[in-house]
């Protein structure tokens, strides 16, 4: 188990748990505390938090911006990864696929979901499937982000 799904088992179930492993997770990765996510879920094959509506995300006409969106789709996706990454294996992202369907006019939600099993395939090539959506349930982005997903090197 890493770390970072360590941490998560730990403070999710705590009063203002959730809280405080988003401000974690935004000091392993400082990138993502742009957005403020607030994590939800996280679980083998599953990730999900919300990107909160506020000025510092938004673009010229008022929307969450586009990079945002995908930032808080990366978040998720690298939640899952930790939750689901075997101990013998490490993985890396090496690409990313976003349609922008719809307007972000509110929070976002974004999710990442793969399949566990796959983790465990010869193949390195791991998909997750990302999904952003509005409050009213709106899809405003939808993709793919491929990992590689190798062995640890001997040490």
Not at 46 to 61: C, D, M, S, T, W
Not at 112 to 137: I, K, N
Request: charge should be positive; proline fraction near 7%; aromatic fraction near 10%.
């Amino acid at each position: 188990m890493t770390q970072v799904y360590a941490m998560w088992q730990k403070l999710a179930g705590k009063p203002f748990g959730k809280r405080i492993f988003g401000v974690g997770f935004g000091f392993k990765a400082p990138y993502f505390r742009t957005i403020r996510p607030r994590f939800t879920e996280v679980r083998p094959g599953f990730g999900e938090l919300v990107i909160p509506k506020r000025r510092a995300v938004l673009n010229h006409i008022g929307t969450v911006h586009a990079i945002a969106v995908c930032n808080g789709l990366e978040a998720a996706m690298g939640v899952l990864a930790e939750a689901t990454v075997p101990d013998s294996k490490r993985w890396l992202p090496k690409g990313m696929e976003v349609a922008y369907t719809a307007r972000s006019t509110s929070d976002i939600t974004c999710t990442a979901e793969s399949d566990p099993a796959r983790w465990l395939e010869d193949d390195p090539d791991v998909p997750v499937a990302v999904t952003a959506r509005r409050e009213d349930g709106a899809v405003v982005a939808e993709g793919t982000i491929h990992l590689w997903v190798t062995d640890k090197p001997k040490r």
